[in-house]
């Protein structure tokens, strides 16, 4: 029978209180992975708005690490690592990237190669965990975040935006975003994210971030504002323009310059805070917890299954035999 723990004050100082800096050490010489990728038809600026995000030039767009490298127009996946150092905290970065997703002329089952690469990630996570002498730190490359690019079309979701989020929503943390919401007015963008969150409860999408037990009253309300952003509307750029004599990220128009960190002009600050500074180690932890999770308890079912399948038809043979043996006997006393 467990009893109820009973409070106490220790009568000196003991220590245990510095755990928390002990972990601290240990994870920074870890280092954290993070592990993200990008879903949408070329020309949005998916590449632009990873760059913006880490304040780093980490790839060119399109897909490629160099100006050189040919632009590809096939679905694929492209997976780019990268270190980024702030403050002696070391951030291991994935980017997967998927070139010429929805620029076919025929995109049916273009989302295959997504779910396939999300879904590989976790069975080989799973493998390298059952094994006999496994790793002491597991390499993860499990998806964290999908971030999906929205053609800022103004009239909705294309059907092929439908069939695509309700895959990946199964199985990742799926973050929408208007891509280039610069190429329209501020009223036609609160329409446009109006028409796209009706369309969202609609399909009944599993949006990150979720509702949880584990939340606590502050949490669940930073969450309910931000599901209020989602999809965010943002900008990308890597080139500073001089607002109010300060260099800041943004661009040049004939109407005059946008600020990529003013909330005013876009989402990106939201954005970029919630992946972040907020929600980066929730997005990791429901990476592992949820979708993994799920992952994971199917396909040990499935195991278990087969396993007895296997013994009930070993069973199912050997009576057989057996039965025949005897059949057999009993027509040679005959």
Known sequence: MSSVPVSIAPMSHVGFDTI???????LLKRGFQFNLMVVGAS???KTTLVNTIFASHLTESSGRVSAEENITRTPEIKSTSHEIYENEVRLKLNIIDTPGYGDQVNNEKCWE????????QHSQYLRKELTA????HLVDTRVHCVLFFIQPNGHGLRPLDIVVLKKICEIANVVPVIAKSDSMTVEERADFKQVLQAEFTHHNFRLYPYD???LDDEERYINSQIRQLIPFAIIG???NVIVDGKAVRGRKNRWGI?????ETHCDFSYLRNFLIRTHLQDLIDTTADTHYETFRSKQLLALKENANNSSTNANTSASSASQHAGTQRLSGVN
Request: net charge negative; aromatic share 4%; glycine share 6%.
């Open 133 to 136: 002498q496994r790793e002491k």
């Open 43 to 45: 020309g949005l600026g």
């Open 20 to 26: 928390t800096q002990q972990i601290e050490r240990r």
């Open 212 to 214: 949880s037990t584990d």
């Open 258 to 262: 946008i600020n990529v960190e003013d």
């Open 113 to 120: 190669p997504i779910v396939k690469y999300i879904k590989d």
């Open 237 to 239: 750029s890597e080139q």
